[in-house]
């Protein structure tokens, strides 16, 4: 079962003015329709049906037609097309049905986000994507055992730049310039700029619209996963999905010439064993990035 989002942790609040800004656009914004905040709800019930759970989700025929397009998407390749929710629900499982409800949202979200300049909005759109698949298909390669909560996280984990372009599109491209150098400079421009920075500004704005954890936490922590105090394994999964994705987006296939393991592996597991996975991982990379941009463009493609 998902965790409940705990109380919005004013410890998170932007400054008062970013926060007038995103009120203006609550409209656009809306990060889970009625009925997904009702199927997350019931399925708490360790009694739910799956008959019960589905009957939720087709009052919302747009949901529900996101959730199965979803499905049979790259992310899960089913051998035959899964064209009902009761099917979708037995063959992925109420887990992965519960993100997938997340994850088929924030897609809906995404293409209503209406920032002055696409490109913006794709580019960043595309880094979320290939992260999401990244982490999908690293937690299934080297079976970490994760549900479903590795690809939402991974869409969700730069949202706060998608918001700050979208209230601040005067500012925006001078802290970040998306050549995908995200150092530590970054936040500290982003701070500068703006009085947060968009791990704490998508941590604080998804707490507030209900999105469960441990996405928040990943989110806030994204870029520190060694601050992490909880869900620590998914938050550096998500980072080095992260580091790997900007490391093709700036070098391409010159990235693999002096291969640098992402620095929060020894967080994902234990590299005790004399750096065998490290050597693993590192042989498994081309393979993975491939996989998933090539999958990223069919997911963003899709109608």
Known sequence: MIATAPFVDTVLMPPAELVQALKKRVGQLQMLPAVAKEALEIVKDPNCSIQEFTNVIKRDVKLGADILKMANSALYCPVTPIVDLNRCVMQIGFRECQYLILSASVASLMHRVNISQEWIRETLWRHSFTTALLATRINRTFRLGFQGEEFTAGLLHDFGRILFALVVPELFLKFDP????????????????????????AAWF???????QPIPS?????????????????????????QLANDWERLGERMMEDFVSPSALSLLVNLEDGGQFEATFAEAVPSLLNDARRDAQEMMSAK
């Open 178 to 201: 998306l050549n995908f150098e995200e150092s530590p400079e970054l936040l500290d421009r982003e701070l500068e700029a703006t009085g947060t920075d968009h791990c704490h500004l």
């Open 206 to 212: 998804t707490q507030g619209n209900q999105i469960p």
């Open 218 to 242: 990943v989110i806030l922590n994204h870029h520190q996963p060694e601050l992490a105090e909880q869900h620590q394994r998914l938050t550096a999964l998500i980072s080095v999905a992260d």
